[in-house]
């Protein structure tokens, strides 16, 4: 059984900073794609960034620039940096990941930004 656990959200002033973590754990193929999406009050779920297991990245506009993903392979974990945070950020952030044709998610971790 695969399990996500995120850790690293909180409250933070506009322009500040914030890392998420996601460690996976359980039986995990190590081909496999790693990504943050969030989900803003009232809104749909949203692709934030992905990275595969060979370390290619992809960003959605809003973020660009501005968040950083990256993983440890050796430890089953993806990380999102954020600088710059906006007031237009703050969502429920979620850890997913696709390994074959089995997606995975994490049970959420909250981001405010707010001064």
């Known amino acids: 059984q695969v399990q996500l656990v995120e850790s690293g959200g909180g409250l933070v002033q506009p322009g500040g900073s914030l890392r998420l973590s996601c460690a996976a754990s359980g039986s995990i193929f190590r081909l496999n794609v790693m990504s943050w999406y969030r989900q803003p009050p009232g809104k749909q779920r949203e692709l934030v960034a992905s990275?595969?297991?060979?370390?290619?990245?992809t960003y959605d506009d809003a973020v660009k620039g501005r968040f950083t993903i990256s993983r440890d392979n050796a430890k089953n974990t993806v990380y999102l940096q954020m600088n710059s945070l906006k007031p237009e950020d703050p969502a429920v952030y979620y850890c997913?990941?696709?390994?074959?044709?089995?997606?995975?998610w994490g049970q959420g971790t909250q981001v405010t930004v707010s001064s």
């Open positions: 997913h990941l696709r390994v074959m044709a089995n997606n995975y």
């Open positions: 990275i595969t297991s060979a370390g290619t990245t």
